[in-house]
């Protein structure tokens, strides 16, 4: 999806009409309120969990915006003020530049060696895509996943979850929707 249309973190999504027509481009896409704005931090939970259910807390999700403008469409189809004419998506899409394009190809040649069972080998091309493109977040959790399930730090990796979202703010994890 990041090669094809551009997605940079889930949930996401981009409308597509009955003809093949792209009516919005990606933007964050919550069908419902994530239950993780809601969670409790369990007693005696460790330091690394608390900081995490912490910012996740702090996350903007805008799921009764995107829920309305998609049910509007839904029933309006091309007359929902939500569905964009080409020239409007083509102005909310985001160009692919260089550097992203570089980034793209080495998060593939890091999969691939992942998968081949070079993993020592796929950790500098996950660097790389990271350094690249740093606000790509389904790099990021791609690669820190395959050492450490929960995203925390390791040596493999500069960085972690909660520590990149402090760097730009819980708020800032998802950009605010243009409904």
Known sequence: MDELFGIVNVPS???????????????????????FLDREIPKGASPQLVDRLTEAKG????????????RDWVRNGPESPYALDPDE???RSRP???EEAKAAARFELGQHL????RADLAVAHFREAHRLQPDNWTYKRQAWSLTNPDQGPTE??????????RKIGAENYYPRLEM
């Open 114 to 117: 992942h998968r081949e069972g």
């Open 156 to 165: 493999e990796y500069e960085g972690d979850w909660v520590s990149d979202v």
């Open 89 to 91: 998506v083509i102005a």
């Open 96 to 98: 692919r530049p260089f």
């Open 13 to 35: 999504a981009l409308w597509i009409d009955e003809e093949g027509t792209i009516v919005r481009p990606p933007e964050p896409a919550f069908p419902w309120r994530p239950p």
């Open 59 to 70: 996350v903007r999700v805008e799921h009764e915006k995107y829920v309305t403008a998609l």
